[in-house]
């Protein structure tokens, strides 16, 4: 999963509960991502980061929110507002210019209660 | 509007045959385009890269090929294993969007023994 971890593997959400997921890279990568991943469609950007301090919303930011304090750490907080939660969640990074693939993090599947 | 179409859906083969899978895209304008594999409960891990000007790329063996006049990729896959189960996902990248990645639903391939 080349250097980007995300903890935890699963993670369960009661209603009305904010929670926090994780997403940490060594690789030194400026920009990083959130994605989510529902069955039979493909990954929707929540929201990026290309610098620290910086971020934008996605195609479905609405629910998240997101803080880039450190240029390794990306926490991704789904908040009481997300209706419908239960995804996978994929953190990716990479280096910013042309053509620079991202690599994914082992992913957060997120249930609720 | 940008969209990755892949086909087929799934599919199913024996182990040591070859299979093919399609993917036609009207993103533009066009930058790159990749092929992913995810494995079931993994983050996607990049097969390939190919810009415009690249017909086809090879990584062991999958191998890739891009027709940008009709705006179609392929993804071979030879002398299948019993690993190569997973799902293949089609993303392609727009010229001038930053990082901004379009992603099929994939194909979710099964190779049996």
């Known amino acids: 999963d080349g250097g980007i971890t995300q903890s935890p593997k699963y993670l369960f959400r009661k209603e009305g509960q904010n929670v926090t997921l994780s997403c940490e890279q060594n690789l030194n990568h400026d920009a990083m991502y959130w994605y989510r991943q529902d069955p039979g469609q493909g990954l929707r950007l929540i929201y990026y980061?290309?610098?620290?301090?910086?971020?934008q919303k996605g195609d479905i930011a609405e629910g998240y929110s997101v803080s880039r304090e450190k240029k390794e750490s990306f926490p991704l907080t789904v908040t009481s507002a997300q209706k419908n939660p239960t995804a996978f969640y994929l953190c990716a990074s990479n280096n910013l210019g042309g053509g620079e693939t991202q690599y994914f993090g082992p992913g957060t599947r997120l249930l609720v209660l | 509007k940008n969209q990755v179409e892949q086909s087929p859906q799934s599919l199913i083969i024996l182990e040591g045959k070859n299979c093919t899978l399609q993917?036609?895209?009207?993103?533009?304008?066009?930058?790159?385009l990749r092929w992913y594999k995810q494995d079931t409960g993994r983050g996607p891990v990049s097969l390939t890269i190919m810009t415009f000007s690249e017909n086809t790329k090879s990584n062991g063996r999958y191998t890739a090929t891009l027709d940008a006049d009709t705006k179609q990729s392929s993804l071979h896959i030879t002398a299948s294993q019993l690993s190569d189960s997973a799902s293949y996902i089609c993303v392609v990248s727009a010229y001038g969007a930053t990082n901004k990645l379009i992603f099929g639903t994939g194909t979710l391939l099964a190779v049996q023994p």
């Open positions: 980061s290309q610098i620290v301090n910086d971020f």
């Open positions: 993917c036609n895209y009207t993103v533009s304008p066009f930058s790159n």
